[in-house]
């Protein structure tokens, strides 16, 4: 964080940015050509109240690539839009300037992806590597998948 940011955090601007942000989020529900039965406002401020949840998640609670964590950003009560009903969704931060090795067992299941993306649904970040190919091992149901950079040490 630079110093005005935190200065901004210090002196409570940061959150007053956000809650003027979240203002204007929640004006988008009462604008022009949107439907404006009970129903449909109702729902637009749940929807909303819910990616609000999921971003808070995301970003302040799961946001570390140096302790990455699995969490689930899509679910039966939250969803992002465009989620399939019978897929299992973890998310986790990573970087690609680190290395990581997930381990564990397949168990039951017959298709497994796990995909690296640089970026965001809004589009690329500027500045952001997306990580190396993995690797993926698999023997008599217990996985390994590694992503692996050159520079990183090798942690046992």
Not at 38 to 45: K, M, P, T, V
């Amino acid at each position: 964080m630079s110093m005005s940011e935190l200065d901004a955090l210090r002196n409570g601007q940061l959150w007053e940015d956000f809650c003027e942000s979240l203002k204007s989020a929640g004006a988008e529900i009462l604008a022009e050509g949107v439907p404006a039965d009970d129903l449909s406002i109702a729902e637009g401020y749940r929807y909303l109240t819910r990616l609000l949840r999921l971003s808070l998640e995301k970003h302040l609670e799961f946001s570390d690539p140096a302790c990455p964590q699995f969490y689930s950003l899509s679910h039966e009560t939250a969803k992002i839009g465009n989620d399939n009903p019978d897929n299992f969704y973890q998310n986790c931060a990573v970087d690609g300037q680190r290395s990581y090795r997930i381990t564990g067992n397949a168990g039951q299941v017959e298709y497994l992806s796990i995909e690296t993306k640089a970026g965001s649904f809004a589009g690329q970040v500027q500045g952001v590597r997306p990580p190396q190919p993995l690797s993926c091992a698999r023997h008599d149901r217990h996985l390994a998948v590694q992503q692996t950079h050159e520079s990183s040490p090798r942690r046992g």
